[in-house]
């Protein structure tokens, strides 16, 4: 089967939630790891002006930054209703996420993720670049 070179899908799980991503890059892996979240919670957003927020996330090593980046969309969500649909992300040597996210306030979600799990989380390079599975608590 053809996968292109960045992506996501579901994964069938027992209980919670689980989404195989791929991408050619850490930050790229990221970006899909977000777009798959809110694809599984069925994210829309609100027509209007565009917000933009940035941040900056250290972690130790590729599974942490990811946690602590989708975990930080979901803080987003819930404390300012805001979901990101643009991501401009960058990634230091020393593990540093520079990150502008530009989205809308969120108009609805058809299900809500609880958090984001380590459970049986490992990034791994492949020939064609990185892929992960994320399991999500809902």
């Not at 994210?43 to 130790?60: F, I, N, V």
């Not at 989708?70 to 300012?80: C, D, I, R, S, V």
């Not at 230091?92 to 530009?102: I, M, R, V």
């Amino acid at each position: 089967m053809f996968l292109p070179s960045a992506g996501f899908r579901e994964q069938v799980h027992t209980a919670d939630w689980e989404l195989q991503v791929w991408a050619p890059d850490l930050p790229a892996l990221l970006e899909q790891a977000a777009r798959g979240m809110y694809a599984l919670s069925g994210l829309r957003l609100q027509p209007g002006p565009p917000q933009t927020r940035r941040l900056e996330l250290h972690a130790l090593d590729a599974e942490s930054l990811l946690v602590r980046f989708l975990t930080e969309l979901l803080w987003l969500g819930q404390q300012e209703g805001l979901g990101v649909d643009s991501f401009q992300l960058a990634l230091d040597p020393d593990w540093t996420l520079h990150a502008e996210l530009t989205g809308a306030l969120i108009l609805s979600l058809d299900k809500d993720i609880k958090a984001v799990t380590y459970h049986n989380l490992a990034v791994r390079q492949t020939p064609q670049g990185l892929e992960v599975e994320i399991v999500f608590d809902v």
